[in-house]
Structures are given as structure tokens and as C-alpha cells.
């Protein structure tokens, strides 16, 4: 059901940018319907509606799932680099700030087109903790397998194929970084 949603919606986005893009002329800025724009705009986050309007179509439904997943709202910030000439065929980069309880992650996202699924995605959030790694590791990533250490200092927790968090010392406090990659 929920892939059905995903689907329905990235159809919904690129048909739209698709009719905006299309009716664009070569160094005129594209026109929008006021009821298409609308809807675009009720059902993306800005950073989607950034990625349109640069031409990456391709990725924006699946800009829209990550962003949303990893908490992009009004409150977060976000610089997105577009690359020149092909929006729409080569990777984008992403990164945010984005709030969260106890301060601020920094976001590092990353959007592949031409993927096997369509747009690839992979991301690093990344998290200040003023508790030791080990207090971090066992109170918020307790169920996950212990694997060890990349070498000596950062351990590494495994949330399964796509997700694995990293524990890294910072003064008296932990960095985690938690990587994950959409399939």
C-alpha cells in the first residue's frame, strides 16, 4: 500500500514538473497553472520543489521521501547542488540542517537518477551527543548488532543491509553518523 502511495505520488510530481518543463521556452522562466502549482506545492517539501525547478524530475519523488523521512520542514535548511547542463543524469547532492530534540543534525544526502530503481538514494545524518559512545550505542541503538571498530575508535552498530550507525569519541561526548541507502 505504502509503495502504491510513493508510486502514485512520484507520478503526480513528474507529470506535473513534466507539463512545466515541457511548456518551458529556451531562456523564458517555465509558467505554472495557479491549481498545478498549487498541488505541487501542498505535496512537496521545498527541497523538492528546488530540485524541479533546477530540471532534476528524475529524483523527485524519491528527494521527497528522504527529505521528508529525515525531518526537512520550515524549521531546517538545506543547500542542494545541482549540477550545471544535466540535472536530470547526475547525482545531486544535498545537505541540511535539521532540528532535532536535543540540538541539530547535519544531513548529507545524496540522489543517483538512472538507478536499477529508478533514483538511488544514500544519506549521513550526523548527531552531537554529550554522553559517552557507549551510553549512546546502548540506550538509543541497543537492539542493534554490535559489529566492532572501523580500526580502533569508531565502533560500528549494523541496523541490517542498507543502515549501519558509527560511534565516534568527541571530547567527552560521541559523534554517531548513520548511514543508510534506499533501496
Do not use: H
Request: charged letters at 15%; hydrophobic letters at 45%.
Amino acid at each position: 500500500m505504502f509503495r502504491r502511495i510513493i508510486l502514485s505520488f512520484a507520478v503526480l510530481i513528474v507529470l506535473l514538473a513534466t507539463q512545466v518543463f515541457a511548456q518551458q521556452e529556451v531562456g523564458k522562466p517555465a509558467t505554472v497553472p495557479p491549481q498545478q502549482q498549487a498541488m505541487v506545492q501542498s505535496t512537496t517539501n521545498s527541497v523538492t520543489q528546488a530540485a524541479v525547478q533546477k530540471g532534476a524530475l528524475s529524483c523527485a519523488a524519491r528527494i521527497n521521501q528522504v527529505t521528508n523521512f529525515l525531518g526537512f520542514s520550515s524549521k531546517a535548511g538545506a543547500v542542494m547542488m545541482v549540477p550545471p547542463g544535466k540535472p536530470d543524469s547526475l547525482l545531486i547532492p544535498i545537505s541540511m540542517e535539521i532540528p532535532i530534540e536535543n540540538g541539530v543534525a547535519y544531513v548529507s544526502a545524496s540522489f543517483a537518477p538512472n538507478q536499477a530503481n529508478g533514483c538511488g538514494a544514500t544519506y549521513d545524518s550526523v548527531v552531537y551527543w554529550p554522553q559517552k559512545c557507549d551510553v549512546i550505542a546502548n540506550k538509543n541503538f541497543g537492539t542493534l548488532k554490535k559489529i566492532g571498530a572501523i580500526s580502533k575508535l569508531i565502533n560500528v552498530r549494523d541496523g541490517g543491509v542498507t543502515t549501519k550507525i558509527f560511534f565516534m569519541p568527541a571530547g567527552s561526548g560521541c559523534v554517531t553518523i548513520k548511514k543508510e541507502f534506499v533501496l
